[in-house]
C-alpha cells in the first residue's frame, strides 16, 4: 500500500544540518517506530559519496536516546543504515533527478509511494532544485501514487519582495498544501507547551493582557559567536536569522487570541491576526551592533570581523533589540522587548511576562523594592516555567522573600525530551502543518521588519560594536531606558 511506503528524500544531505540533526531525528523516529514500516532515506547532495560512505558519516551522529539497550540499539542503527541511499548530483539538474528516481525505483519498486523532499541547502540553490525536480517528474502529486511534500528552511527571502517571489515561484512545482515551512523554534517542547499552557490553564487566560501584563521580552542569546557559518550569516544578519523567524513565532504564540479550534487553519489564522497587529518597528525602537574582541583580550574570543570567511570592513549586525507594540485590545501599550545576539554574557532563550508591580500597599514600609510578579517560560539551555513571587521568609519577622514557584522540565518529567527536528518530522509525515509557517504568516512577519531593514542598509551606518560576552551595545540600555523597562533579574 502507497502509506506504507516512505522515500524521504534530503537535498544537501552532506551538509550540517542534515547530519547534525535530520538524519538522528529520523532515525529516533524509525527507533520509536513512527515511521511507516517501509521507509528509506535518500541523501543528494554534489559531493560524491558512495552508500557506504554515506552510511558512515551518518552513524557518527545517531545517538541512543530512546533505545538505552545498546545492543538493540546497534540492531536498530544497523537496520535503519541499510536504508540509507545516497546520490550524487548537481541540485539545479534535471538529469541529476532522474538519477534519483531510478535509485528510489530500484529502492520501492514504482513511484506510487509517499515523498518528502527536505531542502537542506542554501536558500540560492531553493529555486533551482526545485525546478529541476518538478521538471523530472519527481513532484508530481497524484493521490494514487501517494502525496509528496516538500519541507524548506528558514531563512524564506531576504525581505518581504524576495520572500513573496519565493513562494510565488516554489508555488509553480509545489501547491501550498504539500509546503512545509519550518523554524525549528516551533518544534520545541516548551515551545509547543505554550498553547497548552495557556489556554488549558484558566488561571492565566485572565491575567494575560495588558491589565496586568507591564511588558514581555522574548530573549534570544548565545555566548559563542557564528562558528564558522561566515558565509551564511554575514550575508543575513541576526534580524534575518533570527527575529524575524524564531522571536516573532515566540511572540505571536505568547500574544495571540485563543483559536476557535486546536487544528492548523485555525491557530495559523490567529498568529497571523497578531502579527498583522503589530506596528512595523522603527528605527528609533530598534538598538543594533557587531561584536569586537573580548575586553580582556581573552584568546578565542575575535572580533566579527576578524572571524574566518567575514570581510574586514563588514556591517552585518550580530545584535538586534527591538521594542514592538501591538495595536489590539488584548496588548494595547505593552511593550515587547524581543531581543537576539551573538558572542554576548550567556546562552539563552526565554520569554518572559512581567506584571505591572505589585499592590504591597498593605505591608507599606515592611514591603519595599518587591520585585514585579513574572511568568518565565525558558526554552534553552534548561526548560522550564517559573512563577516568581513574594513570598514571607520562615521567621518570626515578617520579611519578604522574591521566590520561584518552579517547573523544570529535568526534574519533573521522568522521560526523553523529543528534539525539535523529531517532532516536526513527525509532523510532516502525518500531514499536520500546525507548527509550519503559513505564506500569509510569513509576509504578516517579513511586514514587521521589512523598513527598518531597509533604512538600515541604505545608511550605510558604521555598526555599534559591543565586547564579546558582554550584555550587548550600547543602545540596548538606551532602549530599556526610552521605553522604561526595568533592568532584567537573573534567574
Ligand atoms: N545548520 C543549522 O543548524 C541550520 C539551522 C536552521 C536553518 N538552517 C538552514 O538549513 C539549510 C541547510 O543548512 P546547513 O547548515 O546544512 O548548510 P550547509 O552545510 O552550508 O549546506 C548544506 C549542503 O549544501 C551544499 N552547498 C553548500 N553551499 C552550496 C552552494 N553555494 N551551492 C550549492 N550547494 C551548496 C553542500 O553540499 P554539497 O557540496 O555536497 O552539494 C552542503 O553540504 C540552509 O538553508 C540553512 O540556512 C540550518
Not at 159 to 185: C, K, M, P, W
Request: net charge negative; glycine share 6%.
Amino acid at each position: 500500500m502507497a502509506t506504507e511506503r516512505l522515500a524521504v528524500i534530503i537535498l544537501g544531505a552532506s551538509g550540517d544540518l542534515a547530519q547534525r540533526k535530520l538524519l538522528p531525528a529520523l532515525f529516533s523516529l524509525y527507533a520509536q517506530k513512527l515511521l511507516p514500516a517501509d521507509t528509506r532515506v535518500f541523501g543528494f547532495a554534489r559531493t560524491p559519496l558512495t552508500d557506504a560512505a554515506f552510511r558512515e558519516r551518518t552513524a557518527a551522529n545517531l545517538t541512543c536516546r530512546y533505545t538505552p539497550d545498546a545492543h538493540e540499539c546497534a540492531r536498530l542503527m544497523e537496520q535503519f543504515l541499510s536504508r540509507c541511499h545516497y546520490v550524487g548530483g548537481e541540485y539545479g539538474e534535471t538529469d541529476a533527478y532522474l538519477d534519483l528516481a531510478a535509485t528510489l525505483r530500484a529502492e520501492l519498486g514504482e513511484l506510487n509511494f509517499n515523498r518528502l523532499f527536505y531542502f537542506s541547502i542554501p536558500p540560492s540553490v531553493f529555486l533551482p532544485a526545485a525546478r529541476a525536480l518538478g521538471n523530472s517528474g519527481l513532484t508530481t502529486c497524484d493521490n494514487r501514487a501517494g502525496w509528496t511534500r516538500i519541507v524548506i528552511e528558514k531563512p524564506f527571502g531576504r525581505n518581504r519582495a524576495s520572500s513573496d517571489e519565493l513562494v510565488t515561484e516554489l508555488g509553480h512545482v509545489f501547491a501550498d498544501d504539500q509546503t512545509y515551512r519550518i523554524d525549528h523554534y516551533l518544534g520545541k517542547e516548551i515551545i509547543q507547551n505554550l498553547l497548552v499552557l495557556r489556554f488549558a490553564n484558566h488561571v492565566f487566560e485572565p491575567l494575560w493582557n495588558r491589565h496586568f501584563i507591564r511588558d514581555v521580552r522574548i530573549t534570544w542569546k548565545e555566548d559563542i559567536g557564528i562558528a564558522g557559518r561566515a558565509g551564511y550569516f554575514d550575508d543575513f544578519g541576526i534580524i534575518r536569522d533570527v527575529m524575524q523567524n524564531h522571536l516573532l513565532q515566540m511572540l505571536a504564540l505568547t500574544a495571540m487570541e485563543p483559536p476557535q479550534q486546536l487544528d492548523a487553519h485555525h491557530i495559523r489564522d490567529e498568529k497571523v491576526r497578531v502579527l498583522k497587529d503589530i506596528a512595523p518597528v522603527t528605527l528609533e525602537d530598534l538598538a543594533v551592533g557587531q561584536y569586537a574582541a573580548a575586553e580582556h583580550g581573552a584568546g578565542g574570543r575575535p572580533a566579527y570581523r576578524a572571524e574566518h570567511g567575514v570581510p574586514p570592513d563588514s556591517r552585518t549586525d550580530t545584535y538586534a533589540a527591538a521594542v514592538l507594540k501591538i495595536a489590539n485590545d488584548r496588548w494595547r501599550g505593552v511593550p515587547f522587548f524581543v531581543e537576539c545576539g551573538k558572542a554576548l554574557d550567556s546562552k539563552i532563550a526565554e520569554i518572559r511576562l512581567r506584571f505591572h508591580d505589585n499592590a504591597v500597599k498593605i505591608f507599606g514600609a515592611k514591603a519595599p523594592h518587591l520585585p514585579p510578579n513574572e511568568i518565565v517560560i525558558r526554552v534553552q539551555p534548561d526548560e522550564a516555567i517559573f512563577l516568581r513571587i513574594n513570598n514571607k521568609l520562615p521567621g518570626l519577622e515578617t520579611k519578604f522573600a522574591p521566590t520561584e514557584l518552579n517547573l523544570r522540565y529535568k526534574a519533573a518529567f521522568n522521560t526523553v525530551i523529543p528534539e525539535a527536528y523529531e517532532s516536526l518530522l513527525l509532523d510532516v509525515v502525518k500531514g499536520d502543518k500546525s507548527l509550519f509557517i503559513r505564506a500569509d504568516e510569513l509576509a504578516a512577519s517579513w511586514d514587521v521588519l521589512d523598513g527598518a531593514l531597509r533604512e538600515l542598509e541604505e545608511n550605510l551606518r558604521e555598526p555599534e560594536l559591543y565586547a564579546y560576552g558582554s550584555a550587548g551595545p550600547r543602545g540596548r540600555a538606551k532602549l530599556l531606558k526610552r521605553h522604561d523597562l526595568l533592568p532584567e533579574h537573573t534567574a
